[in-house]
């Protein structure tokens, strides 16, 4: 069982940044898939950005975000990160963190709002 909590989200202007944090309980954390992913008003839930396990940490983006977000993470504290610069209005969403790995585990956190207002 893997427990997720999100962190940092809030209201920003446009251009500027936020830096959500997702901290997972578990002794195995260093074997998941960490993802973002966000959900607007109305519309359906969308993949952000992941990163792959720790052996390899290959890093994974929406095309809408890509050179403006960055995901990591740190495994001595069990926490991915999401780094976003330059938001937009259009990135406004409730952003879930996601840890996924093989065998049909997969775990959700309870989601952070980030509002990008003027």
């Given at each position: 069982?893997?427990?997720?909590?999100?962190?940092?989200?809030?209201?920003?202007?446009?251009?500027?940044?936020?830096?959500?944090?997702?901290?997972?309980?578990?002794?195995?954390?260093?074997?998941?898939t960490?993802?973002?992913?966000?959900?607007?008003?109305?519309?359906?839930?969308?993949?952000?950005?992941?990163?792959?396990?720790?052996?390899?940490?290959?890093?994974?983006?929406?095309?809408?975000?890509?050179?403006?977000?960055?995901?990591?993470?740190?495994?001595?504290?069990?926490?991915?990160?999401?780094?976003?610069?330059?938001?937009?209005?259009?990135?406004?969403?409730?952003?879930?963190?996601?840890?996924?790995?093989?065998?049909?585990?997969?775990?959700?956190?309870q989601?952070?709002?980030?509002?990008v207002?003027?």
């Amino acid at each position: 069982q893997v427990q997720l909590v999100e962190s940092g989200g809030g209201l920003v202007q446009p251009g500027g940044s936020l830096r959500l944090s997702c901290a997972a309980s578990g002794r195995t954390f260093s074997t998941y898939t960490m993802g973002w992913f966000r959900q607007a008003p109305g519309k359906e839930r969308n993949f952000v950005a992941a990163i792959s396990w720790s052996g390899v940490s290959t890093k994974y983006y929406a095309d809408s975000v890509k050179g403006r977000f960055t995901i990591s993470r740190d495994n001595t504290k069990n926490t991915v990160y999401l780094q976003m610069n330059s938001l937009k209005p259009e990135d406004t969403a409730v952003y879930y963190c996601n840890a996924a790995r093989s065998g049909g585990y997969e775990y959700w956190g309870q989601g952070t709002q980030v509002t990008v207002s003027s």
